[in-house]
């Protein structure tokens, strides 16, 4: 398969296109920092003897997104699976009336994904197959005073990949929303005791399996889609009193 992954330099992204290279696909790994990619790719070469390329992208930005989708199709004439690992979350110290962290949030974790996705889904559409696989995360399932500003920009997103997903159900091509709870990666350093993080390599080999499978939304690992409908159960009246909790 011809595989692209937008937020391939770091973390969960890394490691998956690790697990693709390895399983014999194409890589196409992208993010905005240009010289880890070049690392990225050659590391994958070496150690695969696979075919991987490096084009960069950001997300925040329409027109290094609108140069990223012609490169990538002026190469490929065909993307078999997209896979989104982009993302950004702001640390607990920015407030959340901060201007600049409020867009640069959305237009990371929502606005950049669904203007990439609206492109790619619909040469997927055209061509009547695709695979999109997208990590949002549990911090999208409810509205806490703690990072909210993050959890809504997932939410949104989990709302339009479900969208997403009905459009492109008759065309073949399909959309999962992957959740993870806590994954050790440089995003989540300093924030979450190790104990109760994954590795971002287990997260990848999830994904690879996913890209044979038919679910739509799946929580990693599994354990959270039971902690996520409890807290989503508890009424709103009791929740908004438990900000020492959550
Ligand atoms: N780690 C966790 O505990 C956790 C939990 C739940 C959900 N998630 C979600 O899982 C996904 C991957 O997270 P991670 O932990 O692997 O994070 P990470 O290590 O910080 O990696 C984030 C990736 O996004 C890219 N990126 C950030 N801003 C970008 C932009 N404007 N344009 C293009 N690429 C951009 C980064 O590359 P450059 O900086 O080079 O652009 C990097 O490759 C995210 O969507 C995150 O919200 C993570």
Same mark, same amino acid.
């Given at each position: 398969?011809?595989?692209?992954i937008i937020?391939a ?14 399983e014999?696909?194409?890589?196409i ?8 990619l070049?690392? /990225? ?18 997300v925040t930005?329409n027109?290094?997104i ?20 982009t993302g950004?979350?702001?640390g ?9 962290? /409020?867009?640069?949030?959305?237009m990371t974790n929502?606005?950049?994904?669904a ?14 197959s ?7 995360s549990?911090?999208g ?6 990072n ?18 009905m ?8 959309v ?10 440089p995003?989540s350093?300093g924030t979450v005791k190790?104990?109760?993080?994954v ?8 994904i ?6 038919n679910?739509?939304i ?10 996520m ?12 009193r ?5």
């Open positions: 398969m011809n595989v692209v937020g330099s770091s973390g969960i992204g890394r490691e998956v296109a690790h697990v693709f290279s390895q014999g696909h194409n890589v790994c992208s993010s905005r920092d240009e010289k880890e070049e690392w /990225l790719v050659s590391d994958l070469k070496i150690r695969y003897d696979c075919s991987a390329c490096g084009v960069p992208v950001d930005n027109s290094s609108k140069t990223f989708i012609e490169k990538i199709y002026e190469n490929f004439t065909i993307i078999d699976c997209v896979i989104v690992t950004t979350m702001p607990n110290e920015m407030p959340y009336y901060d201007e600049h962290g /409020l867009i640069n949030t959305t929502y606005v950049g994904i203007l990439i996705l609206n492109e790619m889904s619909r040469r997927m559409a055209n061509n009547n695709g695979i999109i696989i997208c990590l949002s549990v911090a399932d409810r509205g806490r005073q703690s909210f500003i993050y959890g809504a920009s997932k939410s949104a997103l989990n709302t339009y990949l479900q969208g997403l997903r459009k492109l159900y008759k065309h073949n091509v399909r999962i929303t992957v959740l993870p709870g806590y994954v050790d990666t995003m350093y190790q104990r109760y993080a590795s971002p390599r287990y997260v990848a080999r999830k690879y399996k996913l890209t044979k499978s679910r739509n799946v929580y990693i690992p599994p354990i959270w889609w039971l902690i409908r409890i807290i989503r159960f508890i009424p709103e009246a009791i929740f908004k438990l900000s020492s909790v959550f």
